[in-house]
């Protein structure tokens, strides 16, 4: 560690990786508590000594610390010792140290060390089974491979002696097992109970006003995971230094990043430049009209050369052009044209905080197709668009936007901790009908039925009529004269009467004929008037009010003209969960939220599907 600090190598330009490789290497523990007892002096004399001597790189059962510069390679040993200033928690229960405790105790380790460990095996039946199918599969490869080597037209490679002596089924066996071990331990073997896991830890200051590089009081604190050979889980660490950045960037190298962002309100908006070519509010954006990660490249560039160049430039013209630019906004005499406008909004406002504390500088533009994106099948092949596909590409280095969280884009993109919380809803625009036609009352029935009411009412109106005359007992016999005689309008007058609920009074006819006649009458009556009535209040009640959706599974949604923002998390969501009204909605496409509601306005559209935000995470 003296070693370290005069070369200057804990202030912040190195990385340190203390790894636990005891369990490994470690194969005579008495020797090395023996070894551990030694001078501390001498130990480092000696293996500086062992480090400065010619020759070929020794293996040591040790615990070692590698540090690399770019010029030379600095390895420090330090056999099976532990730092009583900073205990590493061990596998076992019962230690509470990655390694073994002794009595000889080392100078601090700086603050930022990276400490990676081995966990332990979950030794289960899942894991026994996993084995037994290892070992099995490896003897059965083995033996094939063995007989088709040496006798591949035998029926049995085990009759002939002088099988084994041309090939040591051992050795190949013993291979066989290390490869299907190495296969199965980095997790390229469906089998995950033989997945090796790696533990991730960072020494950092146990009190968070200390910013020294070597304190006194330090602890382990676990930052992430190695899952097999590729999923690799860091959480936020304390670099070398106690800062949360690299040193290298604090110093004045700062990282500069591709930032895509996709429109959508409140949290991006888009605006103008102001005559002076500055963003009153927000952060410079970007419209390109190509993608690509060599092409965006080649933009950015050709920008911070435009910018370069435009510093040399007389003030006055330099305020021309930039009005100019103000009001066009677009660079015609670049290879690949963009317009460069102020995006503002909550996302905007966090990329500009994150930035400030991270200290680092970005290009932010804005997704060409504008979709925040979904999975497209393009010659034969599964593709990535918008936001999504840029960062899966690796066009973009991350995004700041409104982007929904789903199970098919954490495949091929990673997400931080969610900051707002959204869910799906159904938006119409409330119809407002001024204008009732004078025929209104006419609308409850069809054409077709009112002139089968009104033809089977003058119908009725006739027989009654005829019975009434041709009857002894009616009103109007042939032959006698009576004060009141039953006419055809007096037939007509009872039917009309009956039909609008008997609100007038009629003459009632007297022959038995008609009194039945005229009470079935009556019961049509009483059947049209209740339907004529529940039906008026219904196209009453839609003429002014709007009826609600209950939720994606309502079947009246496929008689509504419904459409939902291409590429959107509401898309996905009802494409998932609502088949037959995913394709309903195919005939209503909309490309943003912004032409859909423009849509609902002007009476294109009945119902929007989009995503709304929910509360904020505290």
Not at 179 to 200: D, P
Not at 263 to 273: D, I
Not at 451 to 473: D, G, K, M, Q, R
Not at 479 to 496: C, E, P
């Amino acid at each position: 560690m003296d070693e370290a600090k005069r070369l200057h190598m804990v202030d912040g330009d190195f990385v340190w990786i203390w790894i636990d490789t005891s369990a490994a290497v470690s194969a005579n523990l008495n020797s090395s508590k023996q070894h551990i007892d030694n001078d501390a002096v001498e130990m480092i004399t000696e293996t500086r000594e062992k480090r400065s001597k010619p020759g070929p790189f020794r293996s040591f059962e040790s615990n070692s610390t590698f540090v690399r510069n770019k010029r030379r390679r600095f390895v420090f040993f330090h056999d099976d010792f532990v730092n009583k200033r900073h205990p590493l928690p061990s596998s076992s229960p019962a230690s509470t140290s990655y390694f073994p405790h002794s009595n000889y105790s080392l100078p601090p380790l700086p603050v930022g060390l990276l400490a990676v460990k081995a966990l332990p095996m979950k030794i289960d039946k899942h894991f026994v089974r996993a084995t037994m199918r290892m070992v099995f599969e490896s003897m059965r490869k083995t033996y094939l491979r063995y007989c088709n080597s040496n006798h591949p037209a035998s029926e049995s490679c085990f009759k002939s002696s002088s099988v084994f002596s041309e090939t040591n089924f051992t050795q190949l066996l013993f291979r066989e097992m290390r490869h299907v071990t190495h296969e199965a331990l980095s997790g390229r073997k469906n089998e995950s109970s033989l997945v090796t896991r790696f533990q991730i830890l960072n020494l950092v200051p146990s009190s968070p006003l200390q910013t020294s590089n070597i304190s006194e009081s330090t602890s382990w604190r676990p930052v992430g995971e190695i899952i097999g050979h590729s999923d690799v889980r860091l959480e936020t660490i304390v670099w070398p230094g106690g800062e949360l950045v690299p040193a290298s960037t604090t110093k004045g190298a700062r990282s500069i990043f591709r930032v895509v962002t996709a429109l959508a309100p409140p949290f991006v908006m888009e605006g103008e430049l102001d005559e002076d070519g500055q963003c009153l509010r927000g952060l410079e954006c970007h419209r390109l009209l190509t993608s690509g990660k060599d092409n965006l490249t080649l933009v950015f560039n050709e920008m911070e050369k435009f910018e370069d160049d435009e510093e040399e430039v007389d003030k006055l013209t330099r305020a021309r052009e930039i009005w100019s630019f103000g009001r066009s906004n677009v660079f015609h005499h670049s290879r690949y044209r963009y317009r460069t406008n102020c995006c503002y909004g909550l996302s905007m406002d966090l990329l500009e905080n994150i930035a400030q504390e991270l200290e680092f500088d970005f290009h932010l533009y804005i997704v060409a197709d504008g979709l925040f994106g979904s999975k497209v099948r393009e010659n034969q092949k599964d593709k990535w668009s918008g936001v999504v596909g840029d960062l899966a590409t690796g066009t973009a280095h991350m995004s700041f936007a409104a982007l929904s969280v789903s199970s098919t884009r954490s495949e091929v993109i990673d997400y931080t901790v969610p900051y707002f919380y959204s869910g799906v809803s159904f938006l119409a625009a409330p119809k407002h009908t001024t204008d009732i036609p004078l025929l209104a009352f006419l609308l409850p029935f069809s054409f077709e039925l009112w002139i089968a009411i009104f033809t089977s009412l003058h119908v009725t109106a006739v027989a009654v009529a005829i019975y009434e005359w041709h009857s002894p007992f009616g009103l109007n016999p042939w032959g006698r004269q009576r004060s009141k005689n039953f006419t055809m309008a007096s037939a007509l007058w009872a039917m009309w009467g009956l039909l609008c609920g008997h609100l007038v009074q009629y003459k009632a006819p007297k022959s038995w004929p008609n009194k039945f006649l005229i009470n079935v009458w009556g019961g049509f009556s009483v059947i049209f008037v209740a339907s004529y009535t529940a039906n008026i209040a219904a196209l009453i009640a839609g003429l002014f009010f709007v009826s609600g959706v209950g939720d994606q599974n309502d079947r009246s949604l496929l008689s509504q003209r419904v459409a939902t923002a291409k590429a959107s998390a509401a898309e996905y969501y009802i494409h998932r969960t609502n088949q037959l009204l995913w394709e309903h909605m195919q005939r209503f496409k909309v490309n943003t939220v912004a032409e859909g509601v423009q849509k609902l306005k002007n009476g294109s559209l009945d119902i929007l599907i989009l995503a709304y935000v929910g509360k904020m995470k505290s």
